[in-house]
């Protein structure tokens, strides 16, 4: 399996709501990402997972809360979001130190 | 991670080779050169990745300079499903996981 699967492709979610989004991956990759990614704009990391662990959060407000529960499993979860926050959110695989990551296909993401 | 520069758009024709620039003054010893490919709506794909001279895979080639200041991207023959956007990335393979990308290419291949 050499794939970064995402769930749910799409969702709109009211800035009450709380929602969660997920990413899985088999490929024995350690290093784990959530990228966010706006209109004709590149992807902006925002999360960085190693071995299970965070290692890095680009001063991400905390209306966003990711989660790391195995090393196969990466989650994002949502709350009080803002229209501002509606975007791609792409979630990525890697080897520890590597550059060559595997990315999902993204959670297309609606705040309304 | 150091910087790139690229050009913001370029447009080519189905079937000709296009040479994709790239700018990284500043890069450091220990970087590697790293570019990407995203379509519309989908996560960006590896294509290729490099340290100096010319690296080629059954994508794409690399050719890195002697001073690795630039690196261009070769996509030979290029059909209407290459226009995307093209992301030149540098850093140190064994870094902080940090993969920065910067405003990438928009290649249009027309008919």
């Known amino acids: 399996d050499t794939e970064v699967t995402q769930t749910p492709k799409h969702l709109v979610m009211g800035m009450t709501n709380k929602k969660s989004l997920k990413c899985e991956q088999h490929m024995g990759h350690r290093a784990m990402y959530w990228y966010k990614q706006k209109a004709k704009k590149p992807p902006e990391l925002m999360f960085v997972?190693?071995?299970?662990?965070?290692?890095i959060n680009e001063s991400v407000p905390s209306r966003f809360s990711p989660e790391c529960p195995n090393s196969s499993l990466l989650n994002l979860h949502l709350h009080a979001l803002q229209p501002e926050d509606s975007a791609l959110y792409l979630c990525?695989?890697?080897?520890?130190?590597?550059?060559?990551?595997?990315f999902g296909s993204g959670t297309r993401l609606t705040v309304v | 991670l150091a910087k790139t520069t690229q050009p913001i758009s370029m447009d080519s024709y189905e079937g000709q080779e296009v040479n994709i620039t790239c700018s990284h003054n500043?890069?450091?010893?220990?970087?590697?050169i790293t570019w990407y490919q995203q379509f519309p709506s989908q996560g960006p794909r590896f294509i290729i990745q490099?340290?100096?001279t010319k690296v080629t895979n059954e994508v794409a080639s690399l050719f890195i300079p002697a001073d690795r200041k630039s690196s261009t991207l070769s996509l030979p023959r290029v059909s209407l499903s290459d226009t995307a956007v093209y992301y030149c990335?540098?850093?140190?393979?064994?870094?902080?996981?940090?993969?920065?990308f910067g405003k990438g290419n928009q290649v249009v291949v027309i008919p």
């Open positions: 490099g340290y100096k």
């Open positions: 997972y190693s071995y299970e662990k965070l290692s």
């Open positions: 500043n890069i450091a010893t220990n970087d590697y």
């Open positions: 990525a695989s890697s080897q520890d130190r590597s550059m060559w990551y595997t």
């Open positions: 990335l540098v850093g140190d393979i064994g870094g902080n996981n940090r993969l920065a």
